[in-house]
């Protein structure tokens, strides 16, 4: 059930004479506090993260499999040695290099496989969330010279959300849940009804916590997003090539961002879109943080969308390109994500059995027959 943010209202009561102006803002940012202590924000949100960036470093990883010995491997250039040399001098840490054994690799390589595909499932996400933070981390750190900003927002992202309620949503402790709810309903109620004060109160200090540690790392989450924005737009204000509009022609024509030649220099023979290009990117960029709070951010969630969706194409940098709309998707609020469920349903299961989703719904027990009442 969600709580309101706006306090209830009251009737207004005649103050004394010579008393001050009435202050509502005290009571309204306590009725928010109270509400962000009390129920986690936005839980479809934080589940599309966990199901992108599991996703998103299960398929990073399976593309890699071929060449996994000279990235993060005993052949690699950067040996494990090297590599210990440089977290002495950084302290960061990695569980590759406590070996250089071949089969102690091939094992954490296979772990990493299985953490993202529990992650992505929502299976004990809690106890995941931390395995999968530190399978990231520890692949980061062991090749920390082969990354590129879509590895680090992965990491970033990882660490993050090991803070949050993210299995809460569309996945498989939600439904466990939901079927134990389902399943002993009547057992939990009577439980609560002989459970303790002591008992009472850390379960109320659990949920209390729960709910705490979410809202603030779905609100670091939100932060970065629109840091990570704000500043590469001021960043690019700076250059002289994105002030003319030049700045995507010479990207365009760099051999180690063209996975497709023919195509980027097709894109390269339209002058001005390649200026309104470069104009809009900066714009956005800039203006993101701003406009969060109104219906204009929709709008530039979409424009986003598209320029994502080229980088990745034209530039060939698909896993940064799928980390920032990932990312992209906090800001989407949980209704957005309830319609896209229902339309899930109408459309995926109505057409699995031939049937709208209401016919595909099993039919209800018939009501047992009632006596007549005596006397």
Not at 54 to 75: D, M, Q, S, T
Not at 97 to 122: I, K
Not at 144 to 155: A, E, K, S, V, Y
Request: net charge positive.
């Amino acid at each position: 059930m969600e709580t309101e943010l706006v306090p209830a209202r009251h009737p207004r009561t005649a103050r004394p004479a010579g008393a001050g102006p009435a202050h509502p803002l005290p009571d309204r940012v306590r009725a928010t506090l109270d509400a962000l202590t009390e129920r986690p924000v936005s839980l479809y949100a934080a589940a599309v993260l966990r199901i992108g960036y599991g996703l998103a470093y299960l398929a990073f990883l399976l593309r890699e499999f071929p060449h996994r010995h000279e990235i993060w491997g005993p052949e690699s250039p950067w040996t494990p040695e090297l590599a210990r040399q440089l977290f002495d001098q950084t302290g960061w840490v990695s569980i590759l290099t406590l070996s250089d054994s071949r089969a102690y690799f091939e094992s954490c390589y296979a772990l990493a496989v299985v953490a993202s595909a529990l992650f992505a499932l929502g299976w004990r996400t809690r106890a995941v969330s931390v395995l999968f933070a530190v399978v990231v981390a520890s692949f980061h750190g062991r090749a920390i010279f082969m990354t590129d900003g879509g590895d680090n927002l992965i990491l970033l992202m990882a660490v993050y959300l090991v803070l949050t309620a993210c299995g809460r949503r569309w996945s498989l402790d939600a439904r466990r849940t939901r079927l134990r709810t389902c399943a002993g309903a009547e057992e939990h109620m009577q439980a609560d009804r002989i459970a303790g004060e002591l008992r009472h109160h850390l379960r109320t200090s659990r949920r209390t916590l729960t709910a705490v540690l979410h809202n603030c790392g779905m609100f670091v989450i939100a932060a970065q997003v629109c840091f990570l924005y704000g500043s590469a737009g001021l960043y690019k204000v700076q250059g002289g090539s994105w002030g003319n509009g030049t700045a995507l022609h010479y990207v365009l024509n760099l051999d180690l961002f063209r996975p497709w030649p023919g195509l980027s220099l097709m894109a390269d023979e339209h002058d001005v879109l390649i200026a309104i290009a470069c104009y809009l990117t900066v714009l956005l960029q800039v203006a993101f943080p701003f406009v969060l709070f109104g219906r204009l951010k929709y709008p530039v969630l979409a424009m986003l969308l598209g320029m994502h969706v080229g980088i990745a194409v034209l530039m060939g940098l698909p896993l940064f390109s799928g980390a920032m709309i990932i990312a992209d998707a906090v800001f989407l609020p949980d209704r957005f994500y309830r319609a896209l469920g229902r339309l899930w349903q109408r459309t995926v299961v109505g057409a699995g059995s031939g049937k709208t989703a209401d016919q595909a719904r099993p039919p209800l027990a018939p009501v047992p027959a009632q006596s007549e009442p005596s006397g």
